[in-house]
């Protein structure tokens, strides 16, 4: 049972325009919510979170959305670059406990 | 950083043979997490620590055991490793920004 989805499995942006990464969670238990980037042969990095007592988070270009009502979340990129293609996911945890992460979403910016 | 080393980087090992995957960690953090991730499934947990001897399970835990005897090392090991466990594997570490983890740079495992 995939309690993090991620259900577009790749997404192309024009350089300098918004991305919208998608995330939708079956846990009403879900307190916390991160966002990761993860570049081939690396492993993931933190990019964002938010609290569920949040529904918006801000961190220069990137922003998440939190709605909980239908326990969805996104991130937005803007503007673009071509250093943000990369593979994104997203992960939920409660408590502090230990994260769920989706399906990831693979981000490409093209020049 | 967290000061994560992951070894061995790659390995290539026999179908039925033991293998064991080594998480180093620098900076005394509490909590460690083994994942591995996979096409299509993203990163799932395999086990996790909160402390030296204090493991227990995640959600793909079949086939594994781990073992944290000292606060910097937390060992996976596969008992007679399947194809099935041909996988990517990343250590991660309870610390960081907000509740956020850092990962170490991944094994990567064909058993062939």
């Known amino acids: 049972d995939q309690q993090v989805k991620q259900n577009s499995p790749s997404l192309s942006v024009q350089e300098g325009r918004i991305s919208i990464l998608n995330c939708d969670y079956t846990?009403?238990?879900?307190?916390?919510f991160l966002w990761y980037k993860k570049y081939p042969a690396e492993g993931p990095t933190f990019l964002i979170s938010?609290?569920?007592?949040?529904d918006k988070n801000e961190d220069g270009r990137f922003t998440v959305f939190l709605n909980k009502s239908a326990k969805h979340l996104s991130l937005h990129i803007v503007p673009s670059q071509p250093g943000d293609s990369a593979v994104y996911f997203c992960?939920?945890?409660?408590?502090?406990?230990?994260?769920?992460f989706g399906t990831g979403t693979r981000l490409t910016i093209i020049p | 950083d967290a000061g994560i080393t992951q070894s061995p980087r790659h390995k290539v090992t026999e179908t039925g043979t033991p293998v064991t995957l080594r998480c180093h960690q620098t900076?005394?953090?509490?909590?460690m997490y083994w994942y591995r991730q996979d096409p299509g499934h993203g990163l799932r947990l395999i086990h996790y620590?909160?402390?030296?001897?204090?493991?227990d399970k995640g959600e793909v835990s079949d086939g594994y055991s781990v073992s944290r005897s000292k606060t910097e090392d937390f060992l996976l090991t596969l008992e007679s490793a399947t194809s099935s466990q041909t996988s990517v594997y990343f250590c991660?570490?309870?610390?960081?920004?907000?509740?956020?983890?850092?990962f170490g740079s991944g094994t990567r495992l064909t058993v062939v």
């Open positions: 992960a939920a945890s409660f408590g502090n406990e230990k994260l769920t």
């Open positions: 846990n009403s238990m879900f307190d916390y």
């Open positions: 938010i609290s569920s007592i949040k």
């Open positions: 900076e005394n953090h509490r909590y």
């Open positions: 620590s909160y402390g030296v001897k204090d493991t």
């Open positions: 991660a570490v309870q610390g960081g920004v907000g509740y956020g983890y850092t």
